[in-house]
């Protein structure tokens, strides 16, 4: 075959390049789940892609835990990193910005823009730090909802997430069945299994017990930054997989010197930990980390009864569950159960898994069955 | 059903064999029932009974290319092994359950049988016929499983698979006391239907099943 012919059979790929945030006050009060009230709040979002004519072209991105409003792009050309899912957002990208306007806010209670523990609480005009309420994934994808009333926008055609952002995605579709045509949801459970309930304490304990934590009031550029540090470190372990550390690390120490101490970093492993542990340390907000992984530990689609599809009752959202075969901490038979409590409930679900090695995170990676999937999934919008 | 159809020769003159039982299928199917499709593959068995039934259909396949086409065509589709995914519904949940080439590449396929007939009202069955005459002969002549257009790869290519004939599906039936609502036997073509000496002449037989009373 002609080597010309074959390259116009490919659809070409570009980028949404330089991008920057915008900021959505919302004035009205805000009432959590808890009860609690704000009289205000913000969302910090980004944009990407044409919103069409009739306005019902609009694809809500949900962040994870430790995720942010900057999915795709770059905020300047010096800028050497993208945003986090660069790979799947972007012209003839399997989100492609060429069809969609794609939407991705920082969540409430979150700490990279969006109001939260760190904000200043108008009647003290102090950091709400422990007083900001707690939020819980259905908090969130309320404040997510007026963002989207702001925007003009009646129905998504997509709210997509993975991990904690397929919990988001799944509540939309069960919040707001009119508003949510479909359901993208990565590596999401329905309920956390103990395990994973287990992993967030260790992460908390890990910020209480440092001695900088206290009780929250600790001062400007100070703070349990160790204990932080740890939670990540831990957390981040959970997000990978034995094969995919060994594929990236195979034991390959630094070199060592007679001299080295059991305090210096020995492998390569534990220099990469490290390194996390401290660029998140810099970044996000020990309050805010303790909220969301409370909001994780919390969230329960199984309802009183115990019976998942009855959480589904409602949604008229066409979904699709994918399961990474490598995910320990989501597990597939998690994301399963999703699916099929939606098809007991008479809905349109599917449910597919993905053999990547990469555990919980496989979603983040560029996978061409994953693109593949997503591409033929929106393809029916 | 015309997917890859200037491709693949092979893939051609399958979708067009498999016209004729999909046919087949469509047309036992009443309309706005609810079926379930075990070994859905690209599901095209089922956008065919979406577009032309009004059904509610999910169809089940342990291979995520397969899910993927499915996703594709708009069709519910669930990546699981048969036997476990059918254990995720309740009884009754379906009027039919479908095994459209599937039993010959599970496990127990009695057992799965057995199970979708409490899953759903009634099972319809899709197989070829491992004693139609050419088979026969070609084993007797060669002492050779034939490598044809249903069966391309050699044997050490090929899944595990459950040879089984018209003859021993009858023979499940009434071991089980099952009851043969519907029979189609089709030739070698798996066009023309066969009327007579069907465990001979026949190539391939859909079967609808489903527990007595």
Same mark, same amino acid.
């Given at each position: 075959?002609?080597?010309?012919?074959?390259?116009?059979?490919?659809?070409?790929?570009? $980028?949404?390049?330089?991008?920057?945030?915008?900021?959505?006050?919302?004035?009205?009060?805000?009432?959590?789940?808890?009860?609690?009230?704000?009289?205000?709040?913000?969302?910090?979002?980004? #944009?990407?892609?044409?919103?069409?004519?009739?306005?019902?072209?609009?694809?809500?991105?949900?962040?994870?835990?430790?995720?942010?409003?900057?999915?795709?792009?770059?905020?300047?050309?010096?800028?050497?990193?993208?945003?986090?899912?660069?790979?799947?957002?972007?012209?003839?990208?399997?989100?492609? &910005?060429?069809?969609?306007?794609?939407?991705?806010?920082? %969540?409430?209670?979150?700490? =990279?823009?969006?109001?939260?523990? #760190?904000?200043?609480?108008?009647?003290?005009?102090?950091?709400?730090?422990?007083?900001?309420?707690?939020?819980?994934?259905?908090?969130?994808?309320?404040?997510?909802?007026?963002?989207?009333?702001?925007?003009?926008? =009646?129905?998504?055609?997509?709210?997509?997430?993975?991990?904690?952002?397929?919990?988001?995605?799944? =509540?939309?579709?069960?919040?707001?069945?009119?508003?949510?045509?479909?359901?993208? @949801?990565?590596?999401?459970?329905?309920?956390?299994?103990? =395990?994973?309930?287990?992993?967030?304490?260790?992460?908390?304990?890990?910020?209480?017990?440092?001695?900088?934590?206290?009780?929250?009031?600790?001062?400007?550029?100070?703070?349990?930054?160790?204990?932080?540090?740890?939670?990540?470190?831990?957390?981040?372990?959970?997000?990978?997989?034995?094969?995919?550390?060994?594929?990236?690390?195979?034991?390959?120490?630094?070199?060592?010197?007679?001299?080295?101490?059991?305090? $210096?970093?020995?492998?390569?492993?534990?220099?990469?930990?490290?390194?996390?542990?401290?660029?998140?340390?810099?970044?996000?907000?020990?309050?805010?980390?303790?909220?969301?992984?409370?909001?994780?530990?919390?969230?329960?689609?199984?309802? $009183?009864?115990?019976?998942?599809?009855?959480?589904?009752?409602?949604?008229?959202?066409?979904?699709?569950?994918?399961?990474?075969?490598?995910?320990?901490?989501?597990?597939?038979?998690?994301?399963?159960?999703?699916?099929?409590?939606?098809?007991? @409930?008479?809905?349109?679900?599917?449910?597919?898994?993905?053999?990547?090695?990469?555990?919980?995170?496989?979603?983040?990676?560029?996978?061409? $069955?994953?693109?593949?999937?997503? %591409?033929?999934?929106?393809?029916?919008? | 059903?015309?997917?890859?159809?200037?491709?693949?020769?092979?893939?051609?003159? &399958?979708?067009?064999?498999?016209?004729?039982?999909?046919?087949?299928?469509?047309?036992?199917?009443?309309?706005?029932?609810?079926?379930?499709?075990?070994? %859905?593959?690209?599901?095209?068995?089922?956008?065919?009974?979406?577009?032309?039934?009004?059904?509610?259909?999910?169809?089940?396949?342990?291979?995520?290319?397969?899910?993927?086409?499915?996703?594709?065509?708009?069709?519910?589709?669930?990546?699981?092994?048969?036997?476990?995914?059918?254990?995720?519904?309740?009884?009754?949940?379906?009027?039919?359950?479908?095994?459209?080439? &599937?039993?010959?590449?599970?496990?127990?396929?009695?057992?799965?049988?057995?199970?979708?007939?409490?899953?759903?009202?009634?099972?319809?069955?899709?197989?070829?016929?491992?004693?139609?005459?050419?088979?026969?002969?070609?084993?007797?002549?060669?002492?050779?499983?034939?490598?044809?257009?249903?069966?391309?790869?050699?044997?050490?290519?090929?899944?595990?698979?459950?040879?089984?004939?018209?003859?021993?599906?009858?023979?499940?039936?009434?071991?089980?006391?099952?009851?043969?609502?519907?029979?189609?036997?089709?030739?070698?073509?798996?066009?023309?239907?066969?009327? &007579?000496?069907?465990?001979?002449?026949?190539?391939?037989?859909?079967?609808?099943?489903?527990?007595?009373?």
């Amino acid at each position: 075959m002609n080597d010309a012919r074959h390259v116009s059979e490919i659809s070409f790929e570009g $980028e949404v390049g330089i991008v920057r945030h915008h900021d959505f006050l919302c004035e009205e009060e805000f009432y959590f789940e808890s009860g609690s009230v704000l009289p205000a709040f913000q969302l910090r979002y980004e #944009t990407y892609g044409k919103l069409n004519e009739s306005r019902d072209n609009a694809i809500l991105i949900c962040h994870a835990l430790s995720g942010d409003h900057h999915c795709a792009g770059v905020y300047s050309l010096n800028d050497r990193k993208t945003g986090w899912w660069n790979q799947m957002v972007g012209p003839g990208k399997p989100i492609d &910005t060429n069809r969609f306007f794609v939407i991705c806010s920082n %969540c409430l209670g979150g700490c =990279q823009g969006s109001t939260g523990p #760190t904000s200043i609480d108008p009647k003290t005009g102090q950091a709400y730090r422990l007083s900001f309420p707690l939020p819980s994934i259905r908090d969130m994808v309320a404040a997510q909802s007026r963002l989207i009333d702001f925007l003009g926008i =009646q129905k998504l055609c997509c709210v997509v997430g993975g991990s904690m952002g397929g919990m988001q995605a799944l =509540q939309w579709a069960i919040d707001f069945p009119d508003r949510v045509e479909s359901v993208l @949801a990565l590596a999401t459970t329905p309920r956390q299994n103990n =395990q994973a309930i287990a992993f967030n304490a260790v992460g908390r304990a890990a910020i209480l017990q440092d001695p900088e934590w206290r009780e929250g009031q600790y001062a400007p550029g100070e703070g349990p930054d160790v204990g932080l540090s740890v939670a990540r470190m831990m957390a981040h372990i959970t997000y990978l997989s034995d094969e995919g550390l060994d594929k990236k690390f195979s034991r390959v120490r630094r070199l060592l010197n007679s001299d080295q101490t059991i305090e $210096e970093i020995e492998f390569e492993v534990e220099s990469y930990l490290r390194y996390q542990g401290d660029a998140f340390v810099n970044r996000f907000d020990p309050i805010t980390y303790i909220y969301f992984t409370k909001a994780l530990d919390r969230f329960d689609l199984y309802g $009183e009864n115990g019976i998942l599809e009855e959480a589904f009752a409602d949604v008229t959202a066409r979904t699709l569950v994918v399961g990474f075969t490598s995910d320990w901490l989501f597990p597939p038979e998690q994301n399963r159960r999703i699916a099929a409590a939606m098809l007991r @409930a008479g809905k349109n679900a599917s449910y597919a898994e993905v053999d990547m090695k990469y555990g919980h995170d496989s979603f983040l990676i560029d996978s061409p $069955e994953l693109s593949r999937l997503i %591409c033929n999934f929106l393809q029916e919008s | 059903m015309s997917e890859n159809s200037s491709k693949s020769p092979f893939l051609r003159r &399958t979708l067009k064999r498999r016209q004729i039982d999909f046919e087949i299928m469509v047309d036992w199917v009443e309309e706005d029932s609810r079926v379930l499709d075990l070994g %859905c593959g690209r599901g095209i068995l089922l956008r065919e009974l979406v577009d032309r039934k009004k059904v509610y259909g999910v169809g089940v396949d342990s291979d995520l290319r397969k899910i993927a086409s499915c996703v594709k065509r708009g069709v519910n589709a669930f990546q699981e092994d048969v036997s476990l995914a059918l254990r995720r519904f309740k009884p009754n949940s379906f009027d039919y359950v479908i095994l459209s080439r &599937t039993l010959e590449l599970i496990d127990e396929p009695g057992r799965v049988i057995q199970e979708a007939l409490s899953v759903g009202s009634s099972v319809l069955v899709g197989a070829v016929n491992r004693g139609y005459w050419r088979n026969r002969i070609s084993f007797l002549l060669h002492g050779k499983t034939k490598r044809n257009d249903v069966y391309p790869l050699w044997w050490e290519e090929s899944p595990l698979s459950n040879h089984l004939s018209v003859g021993e599906l009858h023979a499940f039936a009434s071991r089980n006391g099952l009851e043969v609502r519907r029979l189609v036997y089709l030739k070698g073509d798996w066009n023309t239907v066969c009327r &007579t000496l069907p465990n001979w002449r026949a190539g391939y037989a859909i079967f609808e099943l489903a527990s007595p009373g």
